[in-house]
């Protein structure tokens, strides 16, 4: 299975949670080479009839100043995917119920493991 019909499996899981009010941050790890852009984060909005996230673009010289933006998670995906296998090599869920690490390898294959939770609470951006 190519590494996107994992990550669409590995998408399906970030809704879920998001569905279930347990999605906690997800974040793009694993830079490929070392690039000024060293973390992205999505942090969830929670809202009475909607649900946006907190996007944070993380860079490592500290002399640059991280940027933020509001999104849909549909907006948010298309980062993510534009992102992938280009700067970084995995993206990890992290949700009041488990942990979900979506990789790919160095064959452009991908994979998903599940680890016990990080976050026992929820913390909106």
């Excluded at 590995?10 to 347990?22: A, P």
């Excluded at 490929?32 to 929670?46: T, V």
Aim: net charge neutral.
């Amino acid at each position: 299975m190519t590494y996107q019909d994992v990550f669409v499996e590995f998408w399906k899981q970030v809704k879920g949670s998001i569905e279930n009010q347990t999605f906690a941050k997800l974040t793009m790890a694993k830079t490929i080479g070392k690039p000024e852009l060293k973390n992205i984060f999505l942090r969830p909005i929670y809202d009475k009839d909607d649900f946006k996230v907190m996007l944070k673009y993380s860079f490592r010289p500290r002399e640059v100043e991280d940027i933020e933006e509001e999104l849909t998670l549909e907006e948010s995906l298309t980062i993510v995917k534009s992102h992938l296998k280009t700067h970084f090599l995995s993206v990890i869920l992290f949700s009041t119920v488990k942990d979900v690490t979506f990789k790919v390898n160095n064959k452009g294959m991908g994979s998903i493991s599940e680890s016990h939770p990080t976050f026992k609470n929820v913390i909106q951006a």
